[in-house]
Structure formats: C-alpha cells, structure tokens
C-alpha cells in the first residue's frame, strides 16, 4: 500500500466506502504498516481512518493472527453498543481474507496519548504528580472498558498506558483503547485474574510514574510496589493496588466497586468522610473505613489548630481506625505508640503487656507488634543490656516497620551497631538481624536465599503466625521464580539448539548437500515451533521468534522446490494475481487518467530498476553453475518482465488519447535501453 491509493473494504458497515492513503502512521513493523486515511467521497464520510495493513508475504499463520483483531474488535463492540458505551476503537471494513495486501479499516483514536501525551508531561513526580482524579477517572473507565471485554469473553493481554487515548473535552464519551491484536479468551486464562493484575500495576503507573512488569501468565516481574511516592498514596488506593497485583480480584465487580469508592471518595471533604467511615463501621470490611479516614486525616491535619472541630474528628478517626485495623488484623497504632512510651520510661513490663495486647488484637498477623514484642522482653528481662543497645534497636524496628525497602539497609546498620564483639550476643538482636537480611534478599528477587536465611526462624514460627505467613509466601516467590529460570533455561537451549541448526544449513547448503542443509533447517524449524508452543518467560520477544519461525520456513520451502527458491516476494503492491488494476474509466475526467497512466509508469519503472538489479545478486550461482538456481533466476527475470508488459498494457488502457501512447511509453522504452546498456546478456534478455 502506497500513498495515494484510493482503498475500499470488502466487509464491515462501511464497506464499499473510498478511502485514500494519506500518511504512514509511525514506522512500518515486521508484519506491515499503519496509514492515516481519509474519506474520498466527503458527503459519505467525513472522519480520518486508522488502516492497518498486512505485508504480502507474511505466512497464513500471520495472515489468521491479523484477521482476529477483527474478530476481537466486532466482538467487543456487540458488548458496548448493547450497553450504550463505547471503548474499544471500532472496525469499519475489512478486505477478504485473501486478498494479496490484508488490510483492516478502523476509527483513528483521538484525544491525548495517556503514556505520551499525559505522564511524560510529569516533570517532578514527588512534588507534582498527576491530577489524582484524572488518573483516576482514566483507571475507571479502563477498568470498565475491561469489564465489557471480558463479557465478550476476551482478555486484553497488550494493556499498556499508550494504548489509551483519553478526551477530556469529551466527558460522557472520554476514553479510546486501540491495538487490540494481543489478546486471548478468559477461559483460555482460567479466568479474568491476570487481566486485573495487568490494571493494578497500570494503576500503580498513573499514581507513581514507574512501571511494575506483568508477565503474559499475569504474574509479576520484578519489585513490586515501594518508595515514597507509593507511601504518600491514599490507604484505600494502595489497598486497591496491592489486591490487583496480588491476584485477588477475581471478578469485576469487586474491583469496579473498589475504584468507585476511591474516585467518589477523592472528591469529598473529611465532614462527608468521616461520617461515610462512621457508616462503614461495624458494617463491612475494614477498608471500608480505613480508606475514608485516611483521607479524612489528611485533610484534618490542614484545619487550623483553633478549630473547634478539629481536635473531636481526629480522636474520632483514632477510635474508628483502632477498630477497624483490629479486624483488618492490623494493629492499633495508638496502641503501638502507648507500648513505645512505656519503653521510653524504662517500664519494661508495660511495655511487654501493651505489644502482646496490640499483637493478639490484630490476629498476628501483623509483624509490627511482634518485632516491638521482642524489644518488650529484652527490655522486661535485661533492662541494663537493653538500655545499652536501645537506640540502635528502636531505630533498626522503626526502619522494619516502615514497609519500605530503601529503609532496611538503615536496618542492617543499626542492628550491626548493637552488637559488640567483646560481649555475648544478643538472641533479640539476631534474630530481628535474620529477618532483615531475608526482606533484603526477597526484595533483590533471591528467593533462594531469602528461603534459606528465614528458615533459621523456623522455631519461632508457632508463637508468631505472622512469621509462617512471611515463609509461605517467600516459598510461593521461589516456586515462581524457579519456574520462571526453568522456562527461561529451555528457551535459551532451544534458541541455541535453532541457531547452531541454522549455521550448519547455511554450511551445509554452500557445499551444496542440499538433504543434509533441509535436515538442519527442519530441526531449527522444530525449536522455533517448540518456542511459540511452550510457556513463555518475561523477556520471550514473540515477535522475533515468529519471524525466525517464517524465514526459516521460506528457506525449508526454498529448497524443497528449488525452481522457486529465487522468487522472493515482489512489493505488495506488484504481488497480485492481476498486477495492476482493473480499467475503469468511469466518473474520471481527462487529468485524472493521465495521472493514474503516470502512476502505473513509475511502477513500471520500479520494476525495471529490480530486473536490473538481479543479476549482480546472483553472480555466486553463476560461478557455482548451480542449474536450478539458474532456471529459477531466469524465471524469476521472465516474471518481472511479464509484469513489466502488463502494467505498459494498462498504461494504454488508462491513458486518454493515442497522443497519450506516444508520449507516455517511448520515454519507458528508452529508459529501459539506457539501463540495460552495458549489462551482461541475461540482463538484456
């Protein structure tokens, strides 16, 4: 497809409708190009078109894989019309799915380019991020695009942040999803857990700016969430995020609710907070609460001191928190800085009693209490040794407890200087030591290690559940990765097991032992197909893969019908079964035939300009006077020449005037004698 042509669909609502080729859409890919279209007839159409096109000579695999977008896209849009919404970018026609250059007409998306156009516009992401209600009004209108993609059965597999085109002048229809040529069923997922995966880390992304990588199984890759800007993000949000990519949205509705509540809430001021939090109390789930105190907390710390108000809604929020962090299994905070001053004033036993009551509250579950435990009874029974060590070890807990891995380095050095070569070491000290080197090992992704270190603990683990629970999910981490190195192995060997194949071929085929050269080829095809077939790590670059898997097909091909093996693929506009276009001259005036008759001229001169270039290619077969690569030299020389012939009878045909003959072909003819001057005689010919 070139600029300039005129295109029409075959199927789809508007097919029929002429669109001209204007403009490429970013650079041509390794299955074809994106062109910007308009409507020929204005009064039919009058929008810009997306179309995306199909090289010629990909093989019918690709071909299939390019034709179920549309599949995808007619389905995804039977969904949203039947709910009056609209999402995905709609397919307008289509060619058939035979014909020489597959192509797909689509709406051109407008409005903003989330990735491009709105998050690298962000300069400072700690001091200004972006606006947290169009970050969330994006995810809840992604979220719900998602939620009628699934109706239709169907995951999105390609979410990514410059997939979304958002319309802000445009509120009752803001959102544009395109690119939907990477997707699978739900049932072929088990289900629709990794779609909302991929939504919590594209989420994190719009909160936080950086990215947190999915796998094509919805696993994540890599560190997970973290930092200071993470930190700063409202309770419930952070919740929302964390529940995504820890795999527990297991249908929509939840999720939808979820982000409902965080982009209603996002709006309100702590007067209707904190009496949504006082609803909430008692009466659903902890996060409930938590998510509208948070925010009702943050907006109280504004409030003047002089405030009436002020002082009655925080001790409201405190007592709403206790409860509701109770059963989260969450510990009190108050209760956490009562046990602290009681350790300030050197009351050991206080302080012991107020951890064990904070941890017990929470259903130890939460490791906070438990570490501050461990200091209450060194404290309680060695107060002297305790007093020695004290601020190391506050400060080493208070860095644990901060959830923050840029803090547990700050950890392991405090920990190191509490502990004294010339004294007897302290059992509190290192055991809190192990636990702060296996979250360091977790945190770098060496689970292994992780693993190994955590199990020096495994004596504590029936007095502190929360500690079984750490172990089980570092051996869940390490069963992952492991799995993920083992796929990771086999497609290294296969890779390896494809290119060795592929150099002795090439080898083998230079001396020329043609069966010995299929053989290697055949065994190279066999791992480039084992590769598509078998689980797929993190790093596998699909598209590569596929286009190892069809060269080395076409070269199997090649040599298996060796009177074709030197007839590559012509241009996509050539390689048609009727090289040009059928005559019409209907509806065009005298100037518009001369320029169709001049078109049809520089495609012939392009195909001359290949005849001439082929024999220079070759001269390795000549010297070689390897037979059947001659005969299908010349035939593939006879090919471009009957082309060459039809498109000069075309020319006729569109010309207007015998005048127009006269004019139009000498100037070929002589074009032709001029380049083949001087080349050998099979150029000639």
């Known amino acids: 497809m070139q600029i300039g042509d005129i295109i029409r669909g075959t199927y789809g609502p508007r097919r029929g409708v002429a669109y001209r080729v204007e403009q490429p859409l970013g650079t041509p890919g390794l299955f074809g190009q994106a062109f910007l279209c308009h409507p020929v007839d204005r009064s039919a159409a009058t929008d810009m078109v997306v179309v995306k096109t199909l090289r010629a000579d990909r093989p019918a695999e690709d071909r299939k894989r390019f034709f179920q977008e549309a599949q995808t896209l007619q389905a995804i849009a039977a969904v949203e019309e039947r709910a009056g919404v609209h999402y995905a970018v709609r397919l307008l026609a289509l060619s058939a799915q035979n014909a020489p250059e597959p192509f797909l007409i689509l709406e051109q998306a407008t409005g903003q380019n989330v990735l491009d156009d709105l998050l690298e516009s962000v300069i400072d992401w700690p001091s200004a991020p972006l606006d947290e209600q169009l970050a969330l009004d994006i995810a809840w209108h992604l979220a719900r695009a998602l939620h009628y993609t699934h109706q239709a059965g169907i995951c999105y597999d390609d979410m990514k942040l410059d997939n979304l085109f958002w319309r802000a002048d445009q509120p009752d229809d803001p959102l544009r999803i395109i690119d939907w040529n990477v997707t699978s069923t739900v049932t072929e997922r088990g289900g629709v857990v990794g779609d909302w995966v991929r939504f919590g880390a594209r989420l ?110 925080l001790a409201q929020c405190a007592e709403l928190r206790q409860r509701a962090e109770a059963r989260r299994g969450v510990a009190s905070t108050r209760m956490l800085d009562y046990g602290r001053q009681a350790l300030a004033r050197r009351e050991g036993r206080r302080a012991l009693e107020l951890f064990e009551k904070a941890y017990a509250e929470a259903g130890k579950r939460d490791p906070r209490p438990r570490r501050w435990l461990w200091l209450a009874q060194l404290a309680a029974k060695d107060p002297e040794r305790y007093a020695e060590v004290r601020d190391d070890l506050e400060a080493a807990v208070e860095a644990l407890n901060s959830n923050d891995p840029e803090q547990w380095g700050k950890a392991r050095k405090h920990l190191g200087l509490a502990t004294s070569p010339d004294l007897p070491p302290i059992p509190t000290v290192q055991i809190l030591h192990v636990e702060t080197e296996t979250l360091i090992a977790a945190h770098q992704q060496q689970f292994d290690t992780a693993v190994r270190l955590f199990a020096r603990l495994n004596n504590l683990r029936q007095r502190h559940p929360d500690l079984q629970q750490i172990a089980d999910h570092l051996h869940q981490q390490q069963q992952r990765q492991q799995t993920q ?201």
């Open 204 to 313: 994190y992304q719009l909160r936080t700016g950086t990215r947190i990588g999915v796998d094509s199984q919805g696993q994540v890759i890599g560190p997970g969430p973290g930092g200071l800007l993470w930190q700063r993000l409202p309770e419930g949000t952070r919740d929302l995020i964390e529940q995504a990519l820890g795999q527990r949205y297991t249908d929509d509705q939840r999720l939808l609710r979820d982000l409902e509540r965080e982009r209603t809430e996002a709006r309100l001021s702590w007067v209707q907070l904190l009496e949504r939090a006082r609803i909430a109390d008692g009466a659903g789930q902890a996060i409930e609460v938590l998510a509208p105190l948070w925010r009702a907390e943050q907006q109280l710390q504004a409030v003047p001191a002089t405030d009436p108000q002020r002082e009655d809604a």
């Open 485 to 685: 190195q083992r796929i990771e192995a086999e497609e290294q060997r296969l890779q390896q097991t494809a290119q060795v194949a592929v150099t002795a071929a090439a080898a083998l085929r230079q001396r020329g032992d043609t069966a010995a050269a299929l053989r290697a080829y055949r065994r190279a095809l066999q791992a480039w197909t084992l590769l598509l077939k078998g689980e797929r790590s993190p790093t596998f670059d699909l598209a590569a893969v596929q286009q190892a898997r069809t060269e080395i097909t076409e070269r199997i091909n090649e040599l298996e019908q060796p009177a074709q093996v030197l007839q590559p693929p012509l241009p996509a506009v050539h390689n048609l079964t009727q090289p040009v276009e059928e005559t019409n001259h209907s509806g065009l005036d005298h100037q518009q035939r001369i320029t169709k008759a001049e078109r049809l001229w520089q495609q012939a001169q392009q195909l001359v300009t290949e005849v001439l270039q082929e024999a220079p290619d070759y001269q390795p077969a000549l010297a070689l006077q390897r037979q059947w690569d001659l005969r299908s030299f010349e035939q593939r020389l006879e090919q471009r020449i009957d082309m060459l012939a039809a498109h000069l009878e075309a020319i006729k045909e569109w010309l207007p005037t015998p005048d127009g003959h006269r004019r139009v072909i000498p100037g070929l003819v002589k074009s032709i004698g001029r380049r083949a001057a001087g080349d050998d005689a099979t150029t000639r010919r």
